[in-house]
């Protein structure tokens, strides 16, 4: 071979090397991921597709065009820890969870509560929020209701389609005489409300607190104990994605990061003991 064309070859080989080194310290640093997570497959390789109403405020809602909330910050932080990123798909509550059993989604984060009835359709991550119903009326129109006794013939209560507040209202309420009706959404049930078309909403208290901030004499009168927990939703197709999901979620409690998150939407409130972590 000419010598000439040698060296010629030999710079090529060197310059594309010196490239190839110049990208790769350039590189992103990969997502930092949960130390011998287990195994697992998502829907679509390196994303973590979450279903959610997204308008459930302080849970998750969309601001300015972003996803937000204390659901939204967590479920990301979980996917961090796995090496993810999360894709959030919009979907109706009442049928939320039959669509992640469907394999629509990877996971469900909508301030879902674990009952007995869902674990029959999906697998549940451990609890990471501790809940309570509320009560809410709107005093300046039915100024004599402070308590659920209050509640009877001739009422209408506002619940959303298919919630754990909406079983209770139907369990407790109804047996009263009251009316139950019920909405997609929870923000609507509160603009009925303070419209005077219903009469008293039966809610999640926190996302309740949050909804009435600018509404006109709606108040939240009674806080209702169930003794509800959140936990996030997986199809029982994939209890890898669940174990892996689970690992993430003791990781963040245990660094403190579940509590930075909390104090960031809850402000003033402590954080429960189970949810302190050791950091």
């Not at 697992?40 to 809602?61: A, H, I, K, R, W």
């Not at 999906?122 to 009326?137: G, I, K, M, T």
């Not at 078309?197 to 006109?216: H, K, M, Q, R, Y």
């Not at 993430?248 to 954080?271: K, S």
Request: hydrophobic share 40%.
């Amino acid at each position: 071979m000419d010598r000439r064309r040698s060296m010629a070859l030999l710079g090529v080989v060197l310059a594309l090397g010196m490239i190839a080194v110049a990208c790769k310290k350039e590189a992103a640093p990969p997502v930092a991921q949960s130390p011998e997570a287990p195994a697992f497959t998502t829907l679509m390789e390196g994303v973590l597709q979450v279903g959610s109403c997204l308008d459930y405020p302080p849970f998750e809602s969309v601001e300015g065009g972003d996803e937000v909330g204390f659901d939204v910050d967590l479920a990301e932080a979980v996917a961090e820890r796995l090496g993810l990123t999360v894709e959030w798909v919009r979907a109706d509550f009442d049928t939320i969870f039959t669509s992640v059993a469907a394999g629509q989604f990877d996971m469900v984060a909508a301030a879902s509560t674990i009952t007995e009835e869902r674990q029959e359709v999906v697998d549940f991550s451990a609890p990471y929020y501790n809940s309570r119903q509320a009560l809410v009326v709107n005093t300046g129109l039915t100024p004599a209701i402070a308590s659920t006794d209050d509640i009877g013939e001739g009422h209408t209560v506002g619940v959303q389609k298919g919630t754990t507040g909406a079983d209770w209202a139907k369990d407790n309420l109804a047996p009263q005489g009251a009316e139950i009706k019920t909405y997609q959404g929870a923000p609507d049930a509160f603009r009925d409300l303070e419209a005077g078309g219903i009469t008293a909403v039966v809610n999640d208290e926190p996302s309740s607190a949050d909804i009435i901030t600018d509404l006109e004499g709606v108040e939240i009168v009674e806080p209702i104990d169930t003794g509800e927990k959140y936990g996030f939703a997986l199809s029982k197709d994939n209890p890898e994605l669940s174990a892996a999901v689970n690992q993430a979620l003791a990781e963040i409690i245990a660094d403190g990061t579940y509590a930075e998150i909390f104090g960031t939407y809850f402000p003033g409130v402590e954080v429960p003991a189970e949810f302190q972590g050791s950091a």
